[in-house]
Structures are given as structure tokens and as C-alpha cells.
């Protein structure tokens, strides 16, 4: 019996989250913040994480999330 092959396009996009708390509080703002606008996410993946300096502490926390969310057919 043959397979039903399934066959999927995917957009990826990075968004920025900023907290002042941590890099985790700023990814999840980042997702859930793109999830009011973006239907269908599958994965979100960090791929950068800096921190914004004053005086010399550091007051934000930013993570770059590149996320994947399927096309509609």
C-alpha cells in the first residue's frame, strides 16, 4: 500500500524579543508576540542573544528568534 506523501512549504522570519528580566522572557515575548499575527508557527529557534549595556550593567536581555510558520494552500 502505498504512502500519502505530504509535501509543505515554510516561511521562516526572525523577530527580537527584549526583557529586562532574561534571555528565556525575551524569547517567549518574542514568540507570542508573532503568534497574535502569525498563524501556524512550527519552530522557533534562537539564534542570537545579546545584551543591551548602559553605565556599564547591563538593563536588557534580546534574543533573536528565527521562526518557521507553514503557508496555507
Do not use: C, H, P, Q
Not at 14 to 26: F, L, P, R, T
Amino acid at each position: 500500500m502505498a504512502k500519502k506523501r505530504s509535501e509543505s512549504v515554510y516561511r521562516i522570519v526572525d523577530v527580537v524579543g527584549v526583557s529586562e528580566k532574561s534571555w528565556e522572557d525575551a524569547g517567549r515575548n518574542a514568540v507570542e508576540t508573532a503568534a497574535g499575527s502569525l498563524r501556524d508557527l512550527r519552530v522557533a529557534e534562537v539564534t542570537k542573544m545579546d545584551m543591551r549595556v548602559e553605565n556599564g550593567k547591563v538593563t536588557a536581555f534580546r534574543t533573536r528568534v528565527a521562526l518557521s510558520f507553514k503557508y496555507e494552500t
